[in-house]
């Protein structure tokens, strides 16, 4: 699993012209599952969000995390995330799950969040629908996340 990460000053998604979830400060997180991730993985980069210091203490220097400072997080699916992009010029998805096995992935990271932060922290997407995602990154502050299994993959 992989997770593209900023820190914002509010963000949102839109489905068919209605917000089905917002955020004020916090982290908006577009999460990709790619193929043979496990309920692991899920529990896994649920934690290292939560816990991720991206945000400035009283010096101004990043040493709190979205528990520490009380915000939000939104998270929306994003099966783009493990495109691969070295041959041509049309990215292939092969790389990413298929979507019952990715929806299930991803509601399992939205309930994992919801355990560390409180239900009423974490807002999200639709799953498979076409939104539009609407941020103010505050830094700006973006960086990436990926399971266990995903850095096991990449030094193969």
Known sequence: MKALIQRVSQASVTVD??????????????????????????RYLASRVAALRVFND?????????????????????FTLHADTRKGNRPSYILAAEPALAERLYELFISELRALLGGDRVASGVFRAMMQVALVNDGPVTVTVQSKSEYKDERA
């Open 17 to 42: 012209g209605s917000i089905t979830g917002a955020v004020g400060p916090g982290l908006l997180v577009l999460l990709g599952v790619r193929e043979g991730d496990a309920d692991e993985d899920a």
């Open 58 to 78: 009283a010096e101004g220097r990043m040493n709190l995390s979205v528990v520490d400072t009380g915000g939000s997080v939104l998270v929306v699916s994003q």
